[in-house]
Nanobody, 124 residues
């Protein structure tokens, strides 16, 4: 079992930056592939970024590539999402997710554990 708690969301102007954090409980954090998803009102949940167990492999949605960066610190049981050059269309509830498999996938079905989410609002 893994419990995930996100933090760092908030209100920011377009062009600004935010850093999201997701802290996991338990001693097996390094065995999980981690990812960030987001869901805007009236839209389906979408993959944002993912990172392998060791942190050496990352994957990004085309819409955030070059602006967002995912990283992890296995010693701190924490995964981060650095978001730069934010746009109003980035407004959503952002969720952290964990998958026990080694494959870094974009489908939410691969991820067994989810956090409660943190709201990001980008004003124009």
């Amino acid at each position: 079992q893994v419990q995930l708690v996100e933090s760092g969301g908030g209100l920011v102007q377009a062009g600004g930056s935010l850093r999201l954090s997701c802290e996991a409980s338990g001693r097996t954090f390094s065995t999980y592939t981690m990812a960030w998803f987001r869901q805007a009102p009236g839209k389906e949940r979408e993959f944002v970024a993912g990172i392998s167990r060791s942190g050496t492999v990352t994957s990004y949605a085309d819409s955030v590539k070059g602006r967002f960066a995912i990283s992890r610190d296995n010693a701190k049981n924490t995964v981060y999402l650095e978001m730069n050059s934010l746009k109003p269309e980035d407004t959503a509830n952002y969720y952290c997710a964990a998958a026990p498999e080694a494959v870094l996938g974009r489908s939410g079905r691969l991820y067994d554990y989810w956090g409660q989410g943190t709201q990001v609002t980008v004003s124009s």
